[in-house]
């Protein structure tokens, strides 16, 4: 019970200090709406668009949501040495980064329903299939807030942190099939696409809104579940290496 306890504070004071402050909603959300609202002006294809846009859109935004709230999460509070305290509390290590990024998990999936919400009012979502879309929305935002993880306990500074981070969005908007499909990307670069995370969650957000799965679903929602299973293990092992053993 005092595991629980430890856990629901530390995601209480995160969400208070971290998340809902300004700079990480409007980098988190709004970016990647402003970015797919100009992506649609120009495609001026009328409403129908904005089906085809959504499964990129919902992908985006948990992308930049979590990655961004994380990287100033847990590097300013490693800089500040806040983070030394956390150690100090009576439960493991595991229990202890699994508290620290569930409020960026809830942060990605609220960032992932912001244009599902603003599509309901414009097009019918009667022929989305929830039952796929929903697990793909939290897969997604689990295996990119360990990703985030990943890339924050690589670096020292937030500003390190943010770069570090475009690093790794950027490529993967262009080659995870959000926008155009990955059998339209040069042979070279179609081996790479299927080695980032983005990929089979975009899958399976397609398939949800489309019908068009790429790979089977389980094969997907797999992929993604061993995603966040490795980056996880990598960033505890970077933990103790860099800041717990040094």
């Not at 960026?104 to 009667?126: H, K, Q, S, T, W």
Request: glycine letters at 6%.
């Amino acid at each position: 019970m005092k595991r629980w306890i430890a856990f629901w504070n530390i995601l209480a004071k995160d969400m208070r200090t971290y998340y809902l402050k300004p700079p990480n909603i409007s980098w988190g959300m709004f970016f990647p709406l402003a970015w797919t609202a100009m992506f649609f002006i120009k495609s001026g294809s009328g409403l129908g668009s904005i089906i085809s846009l959504l499964p990129g859109v919902v992908a985006v935004s948990i992308l930049f949501g979590t990655t961004s709230v994380l990287s100033v999460t847990v590097t300013f509070e490693k800089k500040n040495r806040s983070f030394e305290r956390l150690l100090l509390a009576l439960i493991s290590l595991e229990f202890l980064m699994l508290a620290k990024t569930s409020g960026a998990i809830l942060f990605g999936v609220v960032n992932a329903f912001v244009p599902v919400v603003m599509a309901a009012f414009l097009v019918d979502l009667a022929t989305v299939s929830w039952s796929s879309f929903i697990p793909a929305v939290i897969m997604l935002a689990v295996a990119s807030t360990f990703l985030g993880l990943f890339i924050a306990v690589a670096v020292k500074e937030v500003f390190e942190a943010q770069t570090f981070s475009n690093f790794f969005r950027f490529p993967m908007i262009f080659l995870c099939g959000l926008f155009f499909p990955i059998e339209q990307l040069p042979v070279f670069l179609k081996p790479l696409a299927y080695v980032l995370p983005l990929t089979y969650g975009v899958d399976v957000l397609h398939g949800a809104v489309h019908g068009d799965h790429a790979l089977p679903l389980a094969v997907d929602l797999s992929v993604l579940a061993l995603f966040c299973l490795g980056l996880f293990s990598l960033s505890l092992w970077n933990i103790k290496r860099k800041w717990i053993l040094s």
